[in-house]
């Protein structure tokens, strides 16, 4: 059984960063895709980030993109989102997922949608003040 544990979260000024971290027991990470989704209170959860699982690919949402970096360290079996000139807007508790299937295609670009992703964190709240 696949279990994520995200950690790093916490209160941060707008303009600061902060870098989040989740880790997997169970299966490793290798030949799954990535990602990071957001939730605002009483708002639907948003994709954040994406990686590939060859870490060839990655996506980003608009309102995140030049500003947040996902990465993957699969020696680690650990999956890093660096969040940097944090806004208000990007409060919300932040989930970490794990790709339903096994991709092979080495420049897969990896999903955005949550129905992809089968195994999820339970999340670390992110609050950031102006």
């Known amino acids: 059984q696949v279990q994520l544990v995200e950690s790093g979260g916490g209160l941060v000024q707008a303009g600061g960063s902060l870098r989040l971290s989740c880790a997997a027991s169970?299966?490793?990470?290798?030949?799954?895709?990535l990602a990071w989704f957001r939730q605002a209170p009483e708002k639907e959860r948003e994709f954040v980030a994406a990686i590939n699982w060859a870490g060839t690919s990655t996506r980003y949402a608009d309102s995140v993109k030049g500003r947040f970096t996902i990465s993957r360290d699969d020696a680690k079996n650990t999956v890093y989102l660096q969040m940097n000139s944090l806004k208000p807007e990007d409060t919300g508790v932040y989930y970490c997922?794990?790709?339903?299937?096994?991709?092979?295609?080495?420049?897969?670009?990896?999903?955005?949608?949550?129905?992809?992703?089968?195994?999820w964190g339970q999340g670390t709240q992110v609050t950031v003040s102006s």
């Open positions: 997922a794990r790709d339903r299937y096994m991709r092979t295609i080495i420049h897969v670009t990896p999903a955005e949608t949550p129905d992809e992703y089968a195994y």
């Open positions: 169970g299966r490793t990470f290798s030949n799954y895709g």
